[in-house]
């Protein structure tokens, strides 16, 4: 599917796909939208709501251009922490595309230029410690065929939007979450749907609305009782 080079909001670049009328990040913000949604609202909260554990233990669902992982290293460098995260994506962006984006020169200059092009070459499949605070495995396959249950803290929930593929916000794929969440796990997306927050809810989901990012005025996060 075709796509094309897009300059957002807080000046940092994403991706679009013309033929859905989407884009990777927010048009208002790409690294502020991952930095609120991913990092303040989940991967923060987590630690400030039910303390550190080591290693913390993250899935993302949509890998995408890399920049949640490519934050999520700085935040666990920053602070000291240890974290073993997996990334899942059906369709790896091209490196044509990848060496466009500028998320490196952006959140913190050249130190970060090398741990990005890093957690793009590593083999796929594969456990690969990226920094002593830091752990990577990435899958290329489709969410519905991911299966694992009571292994992660925190999921992030990076999905394209429901109005181009509503099946990923649908019961049996939110199931999968709960199912792969450990008790007080959090569930953490941008999306602020009806249906979602409902679907949360019906599989035993403690679901808030919170405010959103720039440009959104909601989103969700859902802890697993």
Do not use: C
Request: proline share 6%; aromatic share 12%.
């Amino acid at each position: 599917m075709k796509k094309e080079l897009i300059v957002t909001g807080d000046g940092s670049t994403s991706l679009r796909i013309p033929e859905w009328d989407e884009q990777y990040h927010s048009k208002h913000g790409a690294i502020r939208e991952a930095e609120y949604v991913f990092i303040l609202q989940g991967l923060e909260y987590y630690i400030s709501t039910f303390g550190n554990k080591e290693p913390l233990n993250i899935l993302e669902i949509g890998f995408g251009t890399g920049l949640n992982a490519l934050l999520t290293i700085k935040y666990a460098i920053d602070n000291n922490l240890s974290i073993d995260y997996k990334g899942l994506e059906a369709y790896p962006v091209s490196p044509d595309f990848i060496s466009k984006l500028n998320y490196p020169e952006k959140i913190s200059g050249q130190e970060m230029e090398a741990v990005f092009e890093e957690i793009h070459e590593i083999p796929w499949k594969e456990k690969n410690r990226i920094n002593p605070n830091f752990s990577l495995t990435k899958e290329e396959k489709f969410f519905q065929d991911f299966s694992e249950e009571n292994s992660f803290d925190i999921v992030y929930f990076d999905a394209f939007g429901a109005r181009v593929q509503p099946e990923l916000w649908e019961p049996p794929i939110l199931e999968k979450m709960h199912a792969a969440l450990r008790p007080n796990g959090v569930f953490v997306t941008y999306s602020a749907k009806g249906s979602v927050r409902r679907a949360l809810k019906a599989l035993g989901f403690d679901v808030d609305k919170i405010p959103g990012p720039p440009g959104k005025r909601e989103m969700l996060r859902a802890v697993k009782s």
